[in-house]
């Protein structure tokens, strides 16, 4: 069992629709949570973090952190087409040798015009 | 200010065959990683650079890969006699010194490798 699912998707909505995305973890000392955004043929790059269980809004984007049931989402409202991307979750482990990101498989989101 | 660069961008390369790919990190950033993105896959890590400090090679899937950071900026991560299964984007991601608390990693556009 990998340490962090995510569904593949692909994801498909219309324009303007809202886009949920969530994934689900095993390990409960995971203290990071973070939402890449990844286009085609390029690196990901953070969208949001969070750290304690409850919501952060940042613009259209809204994560939600329920560490209790070790579950997380990625809202994002009025999507546009260019928001099309793969969106990828990301948790970290606080060790003191470094912060290595774990990640999901990603979710391949196409928003329609 | 630049962000973080990899080349070469693409990489063809033939099965037994050694590979090396570049990585340049944003200019200060003490933390480097290195990571392998399969075909429809997430993202998985492979070694960590901090300071001077001994890498985390934990990540690394077999003797075949190693890395080296020159100088503490400039890394190269290295594949030995390169199988199918190794074809893949590695993607490298540098950030800040690693304090208490998450840093945010920015990640370059990565190296496509093809092993044929």
């Known amino acids: 069992q990998k340490e962090v699912e995510q569904d593949p998707g692909p994801l498909s909505v219309p324009e303007g629709a809202i886009v949920s995305l969530n994934c689900t973890y095993s390990?409960?000392?995971?203290?990071?949570f973070m939402w890449y955004r990844q286009y085609s043929r390029k690196g990901p790059e953070l969208l949001m973090y969070?750290?304690?269980?409850g919501n952060k809004e940042d613009g259209r984007f809204t994560a939600q952190v329920d560490k209790s049931s070790k579950y997380i989402s990625l809202f994002i409202r009025d999507s546009q087409p260019s928001d099309s991307a793969t969106y990828l979750c990301a948790m970290i482990l606080i060790k003191a040798a470094g912060n290595k990101l774990t990640f999901g498989g990603g979710t391949r989101v196409l928003v329609k015009p | 200010g630049a962000g973080v660069s990899q080349s070469p961008s693409n990489k063809v390369t033939e099965k037994g065959k050694d590979v090396e790919l570049r990585c340049d990190p944003i200019?200060?950033?003490?933390?480097l990683y290195w990571y392998r993105q399969s075909l429809g896959q997430g993202l998985e890590f492979l070694i960590y650079?901090?300071?001077?400090?001994?890498?985390?090679k934990s990540g690394l899937p077999s003797d075949r890969f190693s890395a080296e950071r020159t100088g503490g900026s400039v890394s190269t991560l290295t594949i030995q006699r390169t199988q199918q299964e190794d074809s893949a984007v590695y993607l490298c991601?540098?950030?800040?010194?690693?304090?208490?608390?998450?840093?945010?990693?920015?990640f370059g556009p990565g190296t496509r490798l093809t092993v044929l």
């Open positions: 200019s200060g950033h003490t933390a």
């Open positions: 650079f901090q300071g001077n400090s001994a890498p985390d």
């Open positions: 991601a540098s950030s800040p010194t690693v304090l208490a608390g998450a840093q945010e990693q920015f």
């Open positions: 390990n409960s000392a995971f203290q990071y």
């Open positions: 969070t750290y304690s269980s």
